[in-house]
């Protein structure tokens, strides 16, 4: 498990460091702005949205390494999928950082390699860093513009 952590780590430290998708996209069709603040986190995620279907996927912001790094492996996992897929994941993801730390956490292997944020579960006050992307994109895809928290 140790190795695994490890592992863990450094995915998250390196999307941390050299964000993905951090641009403005001229064309969405969908964004919203997301505020976490317990940690400081503040983004802005933006979707191009084609029948249904999620083409682009970007970030803007400041915030903590997590936070980054999820927006980061959020909007790279985004590309491609539905919106039905993209909540469909989102849920996924939400149980598994919400799992108990003392359980494991049911169909963690469907996440890829969002999994890595299931060791966020060790620090509560992180899975709200995690979680903020995700809060973010589904405020986005409803289209309500106000701004998403995590409380
Ligand atoms: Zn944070």
């Known amino acids: 498990m140790s190795d695994l952590r490890e592992l863990y780590q450094e995915v ?7 964000p993905r998708n951090f ?3 001229a064309d969405a069709t969908h964004h919203a702005d997301g505020h976490n603040r317990l940690c400081g986190d503040k983004l802005h995620v933006s979707l191009k949205v084609q029948d249904g279907k999620i083409v682009d ?6 915030g903590c390494a997590i936070s980054t790094a999820s927006a980061s ?4 996992a985004l590309r491609g999928k539905s919106v039905e897929e993209a909540m469909a994941l989102f849920k996924l993801f939400h149980t598994a950082l919400t799992t108990p730390a003392t359980e494991e956490p049911e169909h963690v292997d469907d996440l890829g390699k969002l999994a890595v944020f ?10 709200k860093c995690a979680t903020l992307p995700w809060h973010t994109m589904e405020l986005a895809v409803k289209g309500e513009h106000k701004p998403a928290t995590t409380e």
């Not at 998250?12 to 050299?18: C, E, G, N, P, R």
């Not at 492996?73 to 790279?76: F, G, I, R, S």
């Not at 299931?118 to 899975?127: K, L, N, Q, S, T």
């Open 118 to 127: 299931a060791g966020v579960r060790e620090f509560p006050v992180r899975v």
């Open 57 to 62: 996927a970007a970030f803007k912001g400041s």
């Open 12 to 18: 998250i430290l390196d999307h941390s460091k050299k």
């Open 73 to 76: 492996m959020m909007t790279d």
């Open 23 to 25: 641009r403005e996209m």
